[in-house]
């Protein structure tokens, strides 16, 4: 197990995502959704001849990392920007070709347990949510302003929620709401007395939808993978952790599509595109966390990782 400092929280997956990484070497990687750093501290300490460029939309969250990767010195570099910025980021940063990339989708838990800025139903505070708080509509202006079928498109596709329609209709009927404990007992008691009495709070699913929508989150992710592919080197990889069936489903189908090629001549006509596949799907499954991460983590427990290797160029 790769060692961590215990003063910060500590990564998901961090030795699953280390075995991937490990065949690798040295390099430039670049680890797309810093957070507090812990992905990226392993990735340092794993291979002393790797440079990392570490991107993050939250101010807040570059801090911490900057802090927790200062040891490293100029091997690191910060940029608080969107991920789906990443080429861009990583070629005035002259960090290419990429040895290897990591994504790790959603929240962090130092967003999470930041009461403050409104990210979970288990703090009363105003209905905020988004990354990087400096711009744009804030979680408020979702739930006060969306019609009915927004609200409830939005539930369904970026979190699954089961009762998406009952739980939008609760919402236009008690605006405005103003703190996320109005949400949060507003979500409550539009589910069925089953869902209010599961493990997991049932306005979970409201809040991750409506942080998605928020922050565009899943509109990020294709453009930032395939700029990842791109400037993956031969034999570099990529990994990625989603938490939520929308950010996962993106994920797989860019991945396989690489995989597997696809051609985009016409079917009756012999293949002049030069199509062919871009990596190699270390597993074609997911993986997921053990048991016993997910006890002392439960925060773990809905991730899921999937990871590529890219190919050598075809000869011609």
């Avoid at 939250?58 to 911490?64: N, Q, R, V």
Wanted: aromatic content about 6%; hydrophobic content about 45%; charged content about 25%.
């Amino acid at each position: 197990m790769i060692a961590a400092a215990s003063a910060f929280h500590e990564p998901v997956m961090v030795d699953e995502i280390a075995e991937v990484f490990a065949p690798v070497g040295g390099g430039w990687f670049v680890d797309a959704t810093l957070g507090g750093g812990g992905h990226a501290e392993m990735l340092l300490r794993q291979h002393p001849e790797r440079r990392l460029l570490g991107i993050d939309r939250d101010p807040e969250a570059i801090a911490a990392a900057q802090e927790r990767l200062a040891p490293f010195g100029d091997r690191v570099t910060f940029r608080c920007e969107r991920f789906d910025l990443l080429g861009e980021l990583a070629d005035t940063a002259g960090a290419g070709p990429i040895a290897g990339v990591l994504f790790d989708f959603g929240v962090s838990s130092r967003q999470l347990d930041s009461g403050e800025r409104g990210f979970s139903h288990r703090h009363d505070a105003p209905l905020d949510m988004r990354m990087d708080a400096r711009s744009g509509p804030d979680a408020g202006f979702v739930a006060n302003t969306y019609e009915f079928a927004e609200l409830r498109d939005l539930l369904k596709h970026n979190a699954g929620e089961r009762y998406a329609h009952r739980i939008a209709a609760a919402i236009v009927a008690a605006r405005p709401l103003h703190t996320t404990r109005e949400l949060a007992d507003t979500v409550k008691a539009a589910v069925p007395a089953a869902a209010r009495r599961a493990r997991r709070h049932p306005a979970m699913r409201t809040f991750a939808a409506i942080r998605i929508e928020v922050n565009d989150e899943l509109n990020l992710i294709e453009p930032a993978m395939r700029a990842a592919l791109a400037r993956l080197q031969p034999r570099g990889r990529l990994a990625a952790l989603a938490y939520h069936s929308g950010e996962d489903s993106i994920v797989k189908i860019i991945l396989r599509e690489a995989a597997d090629g696809v051609c985009e001549c016409p079917s009756t006509l012999p293949c002049i595109c030069g199509a062919a596949p871009a990596v190699r799907l270390l597993r074609r499954k997911v993986t997921r966390p053990g048991a016993a991460e997910v006890e002392q983590n439960p925060r773990a427990a809905s991730a899921v990782m999937r990871a590529a290797e890219r190919l050598e160029p075809a000869l011609r």
